[in-house]
């Protein structure tokens, strides 16, 4: 029974997180545990932002068969399809689905006739079918991702039902992946400024930049491009045209790009991309939700985290001194701490 599988899948992939895995080797190990249930020649997965839905790494199944140029545009052309064009099945258009995932063959033959993921990117590949999902939980996305077979067979209604399954304990993993603590060291020195084209194209760069992409390139070599690709995308696609995402870069150390469209110039289209580090507060707030805290609860621990009383914060947040020691009591039993000195190391570490 495909229900049995699905349990079996489900458990090895908390196990997996449970383990302690980072992300990129969490993705390529579940990867594996659905390819056992649901074959498929290439895969690719992303972890979100999940306050933006930008992408902030990237795991394929295998290498794709391009160079790295042919990559390079790959990516910027998928980047593309997904923040600002009017492909079949975005991820955003999933999370607006009670069951966030889809197969290609179910969308309009109208709307696959003109993909450009299907008939642009994929079946130059010899790539024809996709099954994709977004990985949710308690109302929040974590990651996405997308699985490919060639044009000999599609995806079956079985094989849909076993990967929307496991798609929540995708989700719990991933935020599992999120609250890892790793081994940081020194953050480059100098301003991180990028300009990008239209299209997210490396255009100029500080020497700090260039050094700073030297080494995420180094480290994980087109990790940077995709979230590079995918904030300049969302800016464009933005009233603000602004956007805002956090990854951790080649030193572990969370940063947060910013890309920001020019109103002023020769090319008014043209991206200035900020790299910053994280402030206490942004990290706080996305470990806070990887904690599975409610959107009150952590308003409440960032009050904490600024060295606020109790009477304050009941004041601040227009709560009474009760409701804050409750969301505290919740918040402690969610994040594994007995105490606010316990909170506030656990979150800052």
């Known amino acids: 029974m495909w229900e049995e ?5 489900r458990r090895d992939i908390a196990a997996l997180a449970a383990g302690g ?54 990516s910027l052309r998928f980047a593309q399809t997904e923040y600002t064009g009017q492909e079949p099945n975005t991820f955003a258009e999933l999370l607006r689905r009670p069951h966030a995932i889809a197969r290609m063959s179910d969308a309009p033959h109208r ?24 990985f949710r939980v308690d109302d929040t996305c974590w990651g996405v991702g997308s699985i490919f077979r060639d044009g000999g067979r599609d995806f079956t209604d079985r094989e849909l039902e076993f990967l929307d399954a ?5 989700a719990a993993a991933t935020r599992v992946a999120v609250r890892v603590a790793h081994p940081v060291r ?11 084209g239209l299209h997210g194209e490396l255009r100029a760069a500080t020497s700090a930049a260039a050094t700073w992409l030297a080494e995420v390139e180094e480290a994980a070599p087109g990790r940077f491009s995709m979230t590079l690709y995918s904030v300049v995308a969302q800016a464009h696609a933005a009233a603000s045209g ?4 956090r990854m951790r870069d080649a030193g572990n150390n969370w940063v947060v790009l910013q890309a920001s469209r020019l109103i002023t110039g020769d090319d008014p289209e043209q ?64 994040v594994g701490v007995g105490s606010r000195g316990e909170l506030v190391a656990r979150l800052v570490a």
């Open 186 to 196: 020194q953050a480059a020195v100098g301003p991180v400024i990028v300009l990008a």
């Open 5 to 9: 599988r699905a349990e079996r899948a």
């Open 242 to 245: 602004t956007a805002r995402a």
């Open 111 to 134: 709307e696959v006739v003109r993909s450009v993921r299907i008939n642009d990117l994929l079946k130059p590949q010899g790539l024809e079918h996709e099954l994709r999902a977004a």
């Open 271 to 334: 991206m200035v991309v900020t790299v910053e580090p994280a402030t206490t507060h942004e990290v706080a707030s996305l470990l806070l939700m990887a904690y599975g805290v409610t959107a009150r609860e952590r308003d409440v621990c960032l009050e904490v985290l600024s060295g606020n009383p109790t009477a304050d914060i009941a004041r601040h947040l227009f709560i009474s001194p009760h409701t804050v020691h409750d969301h505290l009591k919740s918040v402690f039993e969610k």
């Open 166 to 170: 496991v798609t929540a304990t995708l």
């Open 21 to 74: 895995m980072g992300l990129a080797d969490l993705y390529t190990s579940a990867l594996a545990v659905v390819q056992r249930e649901v074959p498929f020649e290439q895969g690719c997965w992303a972890a979100v932002d999940p306050e933006s839905m930008v992408m902030t790494s990237i795991t394929n199944w295998q290498p794709w068969p391009v160079g790295k140029d042919q990559y390079e545009e790959y």
